[in-house]
């Protein structure tokens, strides 16, 4: 198994830009989530899937859109950059119920 | 979700015991403590997560204290390649496998 892969690993945007951050996992988890991690903090919920289909806004959402139209894919997009969006982003995926969460590598972004 | 409170910062020896406290007074009777840890800036990594019994796995072992106010990580002979953010986080099973709180964690700095 690759586990929660993410792509790509390093990004540059301009501002107003828009891009899409990839995530995929090959282990039939129905729970996705996607985090952002600024410097010297800890992880922070943008949005989250409970299964294909399901959606879900978490604890910083604005400015970022989700689908989950399969199990394995679950894609962020950014509408439209802005440098408050430089940041570390991480994928997540688990089975649920008490079960722990398997993170991907991250994605580094920089909005200038 | 509970809170919980760890040190900013501990320091072990090599090949000592680590051993990384967390307050979590407000649990709740159906919350879980995970420990999750992440390295330089890689994607955070599961360690071990418990209930109300002492837990013990290849990795480390999880000491929660009978009130279940607190609980204590043991890395039993911590190496360099241990050095990481380690965090606890107290969740339960309705609702939150799929969204993580992440707190600032505890630096740990293994030292030869």
């Known amino acids: 198994n690759a586990g929660v892969t993410q792509t790509p690993k390093f990004q540059v945007l301009k501002t107003g830009q828009s891009m899409t951050l990839q995530c995929a996992q090959d282990?039939?988890?129905?729970?996705m989530s996607w985090y952002r991690q600024d410097p010297g903090m800890g992880l922070r919920l943008i949005h989250y899937s409970v299964g294909a289909g399901i959606t879900d806004q978490g604890e910083v959402p604005n400015g970022y859109n989700v689908s989950r139209s399969t199990t394995e894919d679950f894609p962020l997009r950014l509408l439209s950059a802005a440098p408050s969006q430089t940041s570390v982003y991480f994928c997540?995926?688990?089975?649920?119920?008490?079960?722990?969460?398997?993170f991907g590598p991250g994605t580094r972004l920089t909005v200038t | 979700d509970a809170k919980t409170t760890q040190p900013t910062s501990m320091d072990c020896a090599e090949g000592r015991a680590a051993n990384l406290p967390c307050n979590h007074s407000t649990i709740s009777g159906n919350e879980y403590v995970y420990w999750y840890r992440q390295i330089h800036s890689q994607g955070p990594q599961y360690i071990i997560h418990g209930l109300k019994n002492n837990e013990t796995n290849e990795m480390a072992s999880l000491i929660i204290t009978e009130d279940r106010k607190s609980s204590t990580l043991i890395l039993p002979h911590a190496t360099l390649r241990d050095t990481a953010v380690y965090y606890c986080i107290v969740r339960g099973l309705q609702g939150g496998s799929e969204k993580l709180v992440f707190g600032k964690g505890t630096k740990l700095t293994v030292n030869p």
């Open positions: 997540a995926s688990n089975r649920g119920g008490p079960y722990e969460q398997y």
């Open positions: 282990m039939n988890h129905e729970y």
